[in-house]
């Protein structure tokens, strides 16, 4: 008789298990997150042009309210209350119109993408919550890289207004300390150079940022 030679199968061990799960779910997630990279910076990108496209749309209808104001202040002699009521009326509808727009525009829902269909079955918990724990470990750095990108960007387009806001500020300086109070034309004169340094500044500031995002 040939005798039976005993054999036995080789399990895997728990810790080896555990590893080789915790390999599966790491390189996972990494994949997962290079592939949805992309989508976030196109979501940021599309959120930072709907805003600096918002406040361009409202900006100029605030330049022109701060000149009105400006110069119906100034201008209009104090025993016009018709002409003066008409000008205050005109710098407030213009402000309302510059908010209106801005409000409008930020408001508006973007389109969204078709949801995925769900999958009936899914992996057992346990490998969901380690992939769940490593995705956002490996999401982390990418996002605050994204983030700090943005923030530079912003900060670039801020130094290019700012010329223009020290512009403005002196203006606004020399035109209350230095014009006396009866020269009402050139306290108009540099109350509105003021409110267009600043509209300037914030016009470029905002370009720069449509600039950086192109």
Not at 46 to 62: C, H, Q, W, Y
Request: glycine share 10%; aromatic share 6%; proline share 6%.
């Amino acid at each position: 008789m040939i005798g039976l030679v005993p054999f036995r199968i080789n399990r895997p061990r728990l810790g080896q298990v555990s590893g080789l799960v915790s390999g599966m779910t790491s390189n996972l997630a990494k994949q997962i997150v290079q592939e949805a990279e992309p989508v976030v910076r196109r979501i940021v990108h599309d959120e930072r042009n709907r805003l600096v496209e918002a406040l361009s749309g409202g900006l100029p209808f605030g330049a022109i309210a701060a000149v009105g104001y400006v110069g119906t202040s100034y201008l209009v002699p104090d025993g016009a209350g018709i002409a003066k009521a008409v000008g205050y009326s005109a710098s407030a509808a213009a402000l309302g119109v510059g908010a209106w727009l801005t409000f409008r525009k930020l408001t508006e829902k973007p389109a969204e993408p078709e949801a995925a269909a769900a999958s009936p079955s899914g992996p057992p918990p346990e490998i969901v919550q380690q992939a769940a724990k490593t995705l956002v470990q490996e999401a982390e750095p990418r996002i605050r890289q994204i983030v700090d990108e943005e923030r530079a960007r912003a900060a670039t387009a801020l130094q290019a207004g700012l010329p223009f806001a020290g512009a403005a500020a002196a203006a606004f300086l020399a035109t209350m300390l230095l014009v006396g109070s009866g020269e009402k034309t050139l306290k108009a004169v540099g109350y509105s150079a003021t409110a267009l340094l600043l509209g300037a500044g914030a016009w470029i500031a905002l370009e720069k940022e449509k600039e950086a995002a192109a």
